[in-house]
């Protein structure tokens, strides 16, 4: 995610270098000597020591973890964060008795803090990360409410052909739509917008109902 090429006279004090700058901890950091160094005879022909220093995932999930826990613990003192990560993924989950203020309607405030939290990790990395934040098991309980969502706003974009677009929503979100969309003729779905506040569109479609019909067909054959 992150590797750090630094040199120093010798081979320790080049490691040391970059786990100062960084604040790297212990099990945070994997290190490959790629020049020993040399200290020369009488100062001649000396050459310096080089590293190659590779951040591991512990790193990120541990300052990821220190700037939520910053800025939650102003809202709850008491709130407990625990991050986990999957190939280029973070996810955090957030216990706290004042869960439904820190999501906000329609998990507006807790979007915004996972972009936050995206962007603070991303300027840590030299690769693009992801972060999924949950509390209270929001997204559990929102994949429910989404289905009768998207149940209304299919049913008056097909009668009244037109389109409809839905709130702000997670990526998450997004894509369970577009699955629910996809179980209906006579509609399309597509995101507009940029994050945090990318919406999802459904919009009536004669094309699509006329091509999901004979779809249909060919399966029942």
Request: proline fraction near 2%; glycine fraction near 6%.
């Amino acid at each position: 995610m992150k590797k750090i090429v630094e040199r120093a006279p010798t081979v320790e004090e080049a490691i040391e270098k970059v786990v100062k700058k960084y604040g790297l901890g212990e099990g945070e950091y994997t290190v490959n000597v790629l020049e020993k160094g040399f200290h020369g005879i009488f100062g001649l022909f000396s050459k310096e020591a080089v590293v190659e220093v590779q951040i591991t995932k512990a790193y990120f999930e541990r300052r990821l973890k220190e700037f939520l826990t910053e800025i939650l613990q102003v809202v709850d003192p008491e709130v407990k964060i625990t991050v986990k990560s999957s190939g280029r993924s973070f996810f955090v989950d957030v216990e706290s008795e004042n869960a439904g203020r820190l999501i906000g309607k329609h998990g507006k405030t807790m979007g915004a803090l996972q972009h936050i939290a995206m962007i603070f990790l991303n300027r840590l990395s030299d690769t693009k990360l992801n972060v999924i934040l949950d509390m209270g098991d929001y997204r559990e309980k929102r994949k429910k409410s989404l289905e009768k969502i998207v149940e209304e706003a299919v049913k008056k974009a097909i009668s009244e052909k037109t389109k409809v677009v839905l709130d702000p929503m997670f990526s998450f979100e997004r894509k369970i739509v577009h699955k629910l969309v996809r179980k209906h003729r006579g509609v399309i779905s597509y995101s507009v917008g940029v994050e945090p506040y990318r919406r999802v569109v459904i919009e009536y479609s004669a094309t699509r109902r006329e091509g999901r019909r004979k779809h249909d067909i060919k399966e029942s054959i």
